[in-house]
């Protein structure tokens, strides 16, 4: 059985910053790549970053300024450094990860449950 489990949202002011983490559990033999989504009030779910196993990594445009993802493959987590926080950027974070369980040769996919990151004064 596998988990993935966001940490770190919360309330930001603008212009402050969050660092969201999320690690992966259970039984797991590879991990892929892992990733970040965020879905505000009202929108659909959109990609934001995401880092392969290797450490390269691709940042959604209007963010990549601002955000940086990272992880730790020992530690099977990845996290989300979001700077300059604006009211935009208040959602509902995912994370997944493409993982290689012990008992099935093949990649899946698992997500988090999900984090809310709220930006307001």
């Known amino acids: 059985q596998v988990h993935v489990v966001e940490s770190g949202g919360g309330l930001a002011q603008p212009g402050g910053s969050l660092r969201l983490s999320c690690a992966a559990s259970?039984?797991?033999?590879?991990?892929?790549?892992m990733s970040w989504y965020r879905q505000g009030p009202g929108q659909q779910r959109e990609f934001v970053a995401s880092?392969?196993?290797?450490?390269?990594?691709n940042v959604l445009d209007s963010v990549k300024d601002r955000f940086t993802i990272s992880r730790d493959s020992a530690k099977k987590t990845v996290y989300l450094q979001m700077n300059s926080l604006n009211p935009e950027d208040t959602a509902v974070y995912y994370c997944?990860?493409?993982?290689?369980?012990?008992?099935?040769?093949?990649?899946?996919?698992?997500w988090g449950q999900g984090i809310q990151v709220t930006v307001s004064s």
């Open positions: 997944n990860a493409d993982i290689r369980t012990t008992t099935d040769p093949l990649f899946h996919t698992f």
């Open positions: 880092i392969s196993s290797g450490g390269g990594s």
């Open positions: 259970g039984t797991i033999s590879e991990i892929g790549f």
